[in-house]
């Protein structure tokens, strides 16, 4: 039924939605033109992706989250499927009580805890998140997971990887094979909340060498309430980052927690090589005393010491604007070093926005080009200096995204989130000197520093034990 269901909505991408574009730019020669048409079979196609993801739920909104994310997914796919990070319905609470049953052995959510409010405070396409008290007396946040998505998970996923594969095959420039891939590997991780508990005791661990916990604060792990489908933690209470005005309204130093920020994840990339890769606003909260709460440990990736340096060498080589030494570093990740130069855009820019934004008109482009900086340019300023100079397509950035290391993938969105934090504070800080000191100290740094985290205590919330 859900392959059934899944086919009803890959199935007229190619067969309404791109013939239907072939139609419409058989007998055009105008590139414009063309590319508008592009746009609509984009937004069409994004529109039928939204549509199965509401249908199916569970891995096939994660996997419209994924694509609404990645910045070479042409804009309509990240407009159209945004939607759908906060797109998620509530569950019934009987299901969630009945997986915590399964996973301790009997033991029910009132045996479990002294209280336990029965409405979630947050639903999402895995998981719903409850509000309880322990026996201790200690407030926690519940996390327990969807129950129909890792029953149908195997063939959701093989679902999804075919027709992504045909739909390359079929439709050239749209090249969605690598993101199958990531999705399998994103969503094994996220599945298991074993693997996350374990992430969050070592990224606590690994940090608390260099900053305080008035600074940053990482939710402790109640290993005993935890197990491969529930996780339990230390319940914290704060504003998103991006929440400007509750921030101000409680005297905090914007310009201190910005920099705390970007310092804590360049430290994470180039110092350590374990990096949370989800720094999505609502998963950095600040509390009343500025302190940074750093959520959601569910997908981290663990850079070599090798690759490590390599990404090193590719920012500081940015960052010195050394065309040579980033030809030298973007060859070295694998990548055709004569697209050294997109790759710069790729770090700080949204390149797809730049190309495929809607048509603007060509004088407004050429009076955009008087400014020094691409920061500076207007969207359609951007879109002239990759078209003219750069002559960089959507295929030739999914060719790039698909040579990438895999573990860099997600790195790269998360450089895109905390780029987007930034700007949400009013840019404060300069994001490169953290990068390129982060960078520095890491060459400097024979092996990585991260801390590692005690396979019995991993074991014993995989097996979710419970003590009375």
């Known amino acids: 039924r859900r392959f059934a269901t899944a086919s009803s909505h890959f199935v007229p991408m190619y067969c309404v939605d791109y013939l239907n574009h072939r139609a419409r730019v058989r007998a055009l020669d105008d590139d414009d033109a063309v590319c508008a048409s592009r746009q609509i079979l984009w937004h069409d196609m994004a529109v039928r992706m939204r ?12 996997a419209g989250q994924h694509v609404a994310a990645q910045p070479v997914s042409p804009a309509p796919f ?52 409850y509000r309880a008290k322990t026996f201790a007396g200690e407030d926690v946040a519940v996390k327990i997971q969807q129950r129909p998505v890792a029953r149908f998970l195997k063939g959701d996923l093989a679902t999804i990887e075919m027709f992504y594969s045909l739909l390359s095959a079929l439709i050239p420039g749209l090249r969605f094979q690598w993101l199958a891939d990531e999705t399998r590997r994103h969503m094994s991780e996220e599945l298991d909340f074993g693997a996350e508990a374990a992430n969050a005791m070592k990224a606590a661990k690994m940090l608390s060498n260099e900053f305080s916990d008035d ?74 005393t500025g302190r940074v709460i750093l959520l959601d440990h569910g997908v981290y990736r663990t850079l070599d010491e090798d690759l490590r340096m390599k990404w090193a060498n590719v920012w500081l080589a940015l960052i010195r604007s050394d065309d040579a030494a980033l030809r030298n570093a973007t060859a070295s ?85 905390l780029r987007f934090i930034n700007e949400q504070l009013g840019s404060p800080v300069n994001r490169f000197k953290f990068i390129a000191a982060a960078a520095n100290e890491g060459l400097q740094t024979s092996s990585s520093a991260s801390s590692s985290t005690d396979l019995s205590d991993v074991q014993t919330i995989k097996r979710g034990v419970f003590t009375r």
Request: a negative charge; glycine letters at 6%.
């Open 78 to 129: 990240r407009d159209v499927l945004k939607v759908l990070m906060d797109d998620s319905g509530a569950r019934a609470f009987a299901e969630d009580a009945m997986t915590f049953e399964e996973e301790f052995g009997g033991v029910t959510i009132d045996e479990a805890f002294a209280e336990f409010h029965r409405v979630p405070i947050a639903s999402a396409s895995l998981a719903q998140v």
């Open 333 to 417: 990740l694998g990548v055709n070093p004569d697209m050294s130069q997109f790759f710069k855009l790729i770090l700080t820019l949204m390149p797809t926005q730049v190309i495929e934004d809607p048509l603007v008109k060509p004088n407004d482009a050429e009076q955009s080009t008087h400014t020094s900086t691409m920061d500076s340019l207007s969207p359609a300023g951007k879109r002239m200096v990759m078209r003219q100079i750069l002559g960089v397509k959507v295929e030739d950035q999914s060719q790039l995204f698909e040579k990438l290391p895999r573990d860099l993938l997600l790195v790269l969105k998360a450089n895109n989130l």
């Open 215 to 288: 600074e940053l604060h990482i939710p402790r792990v109640h290993r005993h309430l935890s197990s491969r489908r529930v996780l339990t933690m230390e319940w914290c209470q704060g504003d998103r980052i991006d929440d400007v005005d509750s921030l101000r309204r409680n005297g905090v130093d914007i310009g201190d927690v910005a920099g705390r920020v970007q310092k804590m994840f360049a430290k994470m990339t180039f110092v350590h090589g374990f990096v949370h890769v989800d720094p999505h606003p609502g998963n950095i909260l600040v509390d009343r």
């Open 51 to 62: 549509d199965l993801a509401r249908a199916q739920g569970g891995i096939y909104v994660k």
